[in-house]
């Protein structure tokens, strides 16, 4: 008998490569551990029944020859089993030094095992059934976190492709690996939220915490996950005291904490990005020293976290290579001379291949205004200062304080040779500087200067009144950016550090107005427009403030946690801490807030990095799911980033561009609703241009056009300074006029059949899409107008509304095809004959289509100038009727 074995809490990994084993070797018997995680067993209790896999107690009592051992190195030893059982080894860890030399291994460096199985699998070109396709990938999936750890190579990604060409069912698969957690596990959640502890070690943020678990049987991992998630650290670390011992599990999402390090010293092992541990102790403990045994062991970890972290920059990556250099002998006037040509304030000084000294330009000057005849050796600061390319920056900053030397000559330690030079210019535009938080006063001045009186005294009231029951209350967001930026806005929303609704019921009692609540959400609005004079009367009788500054309504918010249990899915909320209701928000410039509460009032809490990305100018999402939560950020980050002339960050862009699809679920009301706003932007060619390079535009719709010509017709769009003559509405469909000029000058040169397509995707009205259809057919039929008659001109006008028109005549370029245009507005489209249907009714002429075409011909012949007086109207008018009857 053959069997298929793998470790006990087998992830989906493992279970997809029993079954890759399966497939290749289909006479042996996949057979499931005791132990599986969550996800692998949620999925098996679906669609096991499909697959091979078989329970231990379900296996033949047969000897086993061979045992096929996947996605591990450790053997269970099962009944059966002889001295001369075959072991063969499929596995993608490193490898173990203590493995029987018997064994035959067939070890790879992959983010997952799976990933080896199918390409076994597709150089036998097996067939695979979608349900084999679906669990395979389930496996690459897992192990690699969705093809985002480090670890994840391209035959990763080869092996995706495969599974998805035999139908693998990305619905299903995004449902096994996020699942929501259970009860059991909410509250270990929540017991370790409690404990987060943050080391910062080589601009690395490290996660760590620990808690008593010993009444918890459920499985870890998927914690571990959720707090990953929310949190967003570069490596998180947790241990939990279990009946089975202490466990630790560790993630990390940068290249520079190796957590399986870690979980070896620990016992343990697994990759870069994911390890765990199981640590027992040496002989049964009570509940109270198994926690004083995990305290141990904590303090051992975190003490020693130094050791797994690599520093993300080292010399080498700021250095300029192949400095010049000088030699004791030079003479000043030639370093001089060198200095002015090439600019440098510093030259290492060698001898015999060794450093022996830097010579600075603050010397060579010194020397040069004193008429001294020296060489470099006189001047030079003797001594043999140098780093390593592999050096880290807090390494090279020591060494400039000890030193004093602002250039450091890199020397490879193999040779000895220098390979560069680092200065402290080089380090300080490296080095992160802390960000500076304004003060409480700074605050309370910009707020002054940028508020209008009205509703600083708002502002102040609400302080006050949530002081009086010891309430903390923030403005976030966009107001406190911008109040920053010194850009500011008007607008803000509070959010309540408690209950917001009974906060806001509190209010309308003291001062009335209406509040109309959201149970669900904890939010509510308090309606003032009714009394905004007599709340202006209270909160400042004495200022003169004028009344219609104050909002017609506030919205009060709790602050509040979302959990997304799967992508696209509808957020579950709670009410939480201010510093989590910001960590919903979509950047981090958007995550500062201002409590206002007596005391506390003008102070800026940044906890999520928002005033250091303000102050660097850097557009960052706060977890990688950022995009996955809300895809309607792929655009807004656009936005943002143009507006304030800023960049989205490298890992933000990275999650952006593989966040692309998700555009395709979002409905064509929240893509429109995000594209308007992009329209009311001054600066709203910038960022579709921006949209377009990143593959946004396209990615909502392929035929939605981009070019410099558009870009400039955007630029150019002013609608501040239009002729009353166009007479063109203030709003279309509750879009302003920018907005709609702006779609109309967008898609001009569009055929109907896709402007049809592009209203489908993005539910535009049927006002909108005429204007669409119109502005398009003018543009096209225009030139065949620019030598044709007045009256040619005015019958292909008129159908046509003012905007459509307006909007071909900005995107021509063709000064004559403006004047048509010009000419029909001003002039033709307001001349009308001096006859009407009533006048041809009292000479007798009986109702009929014969009116249109008789008071036609007279407007024509007014356009075409072949009447000009009332006199040739008339004398036209008795020929027509002549011909009527």
Not at 59 to 68: D, G, H, N, S
Not at 184 to 209: G, P
Not at 303 to 321: E, F, H
């Amino acid at each position: 008998m053959k069997v298929i074995l793998t470790h006990e809490q087998a992830d989906l990994d493992a279970l997809a490569s029993q079954l890759g084993a399966w497939l290749l070797f289909p006479d042996a018997i996949p057979v499931l551990p005791y132990n599986i995680n969550r996800n692998g067993t949620r999925y098996l209790e679906v669609y096991g029944k499909d697959l091979p896999h078989i329970e231990y107690k379900a296996l033949p009592r047969e000897e086993i020859e061979t045992v096929y051992l996947v996605d591990t190195q450790s053997l269970v030893t099962l009944r059966g089993m002889r001295k001369d059982t075959q072991v063969i080894v499929y596995d993608h860890h490193p490898l173990r030094d203590d493995l029987d030399p018997n064994w035959e291994l067939h070890m790879v460096e992959s983010g997952s095992n799976t990933s080896q199985m199918i390409s076994r699998i597709k150089k036998q070109d097996i067939t695979l059934t979608p349900i084999q396709a679906t669990t395979l990938a389930l496996g690459l999936y897992e192990d690699t976190g969705s093809f985002t750890y480090g670890s994840t190579t391209k035959e990763d990604l080869s092996a995706a492709g495969y599974c998805l060409s035999h139908g693998a069912d990305l619905d299903v698969i995004s449902q096994y690996l996020y699942p929501p957690l259970t009860a059991e596990q909410m509250t270990l959640y929540d017991r370790l939220m409690k404990n987060v502890e943050t080391f910062h070690i080589e601009d690395q943020t490290i996660l760590a915490a620990m808690t008593d678990a010993l009444d918890i049987q459920d499985e870890i991992s998927s914690v571990a996950h959720k707090m990953r998630d929310v949190l967003n650290p570069d490596a998180l670390l947790i241990l939990v005291a279990t009946t089975q011992g202490i466990r630790l599990v560790a993630r990390s999402t940068s290249d520079q904490v190796d957590v399986s390090a870690i979980a070896e010293k620990m016992g343990g092992g697994g990759h870069k990005r994911a390890a765990s541990a199981l640590i027992r102790p040496d002989k049964h403990l009570d509940e109270t020293q198994i926690l004083k045994f995990m305290k141990k062991q904590y303090q051992e970890m975190i003490g020693n976290l130094g050791q797994y972290v690599s520093p993300q920059l080292t010399v080498s990556a700021i250095m300029s290579k192949d400095p010049l250099i000088l030699s004791p002998d030079t003479s000043v006037q030639e370093a001089h001379r060198l200095m002015q040509r090439y600019g440098y304030e510093g030259y290492p000084v060698v001898q015999d291949g060794s450093v022996v000294g830097l010579l600075n330009r603050r010397e060579v000057d010194r020397a040069l205004s004193h008429g001294l005849e020296l060489t470099v050796e006189s001047l030079m600061s003797a001594g043999d200062v140098t780093i390593s390319p592999a050096a880290s920056l807090d390494a090279l900053q020591s060494l400039m304080g000890t030193s004093s030397w602002g250039q450091i000559p890199v020397v490879s330690p193999e040779n000895g040779e220098i390979v560069g030079i680092v200065t402290r210019t080089d380090l300080l535009k490296t080095l992160t500087p802390q960000p500076n938080i304004p003060s409480q006063d700074e605050i309370v001045q910009k707020l002054v200067k940028a508020v209008p009186p009205a509703r600083l005294a708002l502002l102040q009231t609400l302080a006050d009144e949530a002081d009086k029951i010891n309430l903390p209350i923030f403005v976030v967001g966009g107001f406190v950016r911008d109040l920053l930026l010194d850009r500011p806005s008007l607008d803000f929303d509070i959010v309540v550090e408690g209950d917001a609704i009974f906060f806001a019921k509190r209010l309308a009692d003291r001062f009335g107005g209406k509040v109309l609540m959201h149970q669900r959400f904890g939010t509510a609005k308090w309606n003032i427009n009714p009394i905004r004079r007599e709340l202006l009367d209270e909160i400042a009788p004495e200022e003169g403030a004028d009344a219609s500054q104050l909002p017609e309504s506030l919205d009060l918010i709790t602050a509040r946690t979302e959990f997304y249990e799967q992508p696209a899915a509808l957020p579950t909320v709670e009410s939480s801490s201010i510093k989590m209701d910001l960590h919903r928000r979509d950047f981090t410039i958007n995550t500062l807030a201002l409590r206002l509460d007596g005391e506390h009032f003008g102070k800026v809490h940044d906890y999520w990095g928002g005033l250091n990305d303000l102050q660097k100018g850097h557009i960052r999402v706060l977890h990688a799911l950022s995009f996955v939560d809300d895809a309607t950020r792929l655009l807004r980050a656009v936005r943002f980033e143009q507006r304030f002339n800023f960049e989205i960050e490298p890992r933000t862009l990275a999650l952006l561009e593989e966040s692309l699809p998700l555009l395709n679920k979002l409905t064509g009301a929240r893509l429109r609703h995000e594209i308007n706003l992009i329209l009311s932007e001054p600066k709203a060619h910038r960022m579709l241009s921006r949209l377009d390079e990143l593959g946004i535009l396209s990615a909502i719709h392929p035929a939605l056009p981009w070019d410099q010509t558009i870009a400039m017709h955007l630029r150019e769009l002013d609608t501040d300074h239009i002729d009353p003559q166009w007479d063109l509405p203030a709003l279309t469909d509750h879009m302003d006029l920018r907005q709609t000029l702006g779609y109309l000058i967008w898609f001009v040169n569009l055929p109907e059949s896709t402007l049809r397509s592009l209203v489908s995707r993005l539910r535009f009205k049927s006002d909108i899409k005429k204007l669409l259809i119109a502005t398009s057919k003018i543009n096209r039929t225009l030139p065949q107008l620019s030598d044709a008659p007045p009256s040619k001109v005015v019958h292909a006008l008129d159908p046509a509304p003012n905007l459509a028109i307006y909007a071909a005549y900005l995107v021509n370029s063709q000064e004559n095809l403006r004047h048509v245009l010009w000419q029909y507005i001003n002039r033709w489209a307001k001349i009308e004959p001096g006859t009407s249907g009533e006048d041809l009714r009292n000479m007798g002429l009986k109702p009929s289509p014969a009116y249109s075409r008789i008071l036609t011909a007279l407007r024509d012949a007014w356009l075409d100038g072949k009447i000009n007086t009332p006199q040739e109207e008339k004398a036209m008018l008795a020929e027509l009727i002549s011909e009527v009857e």
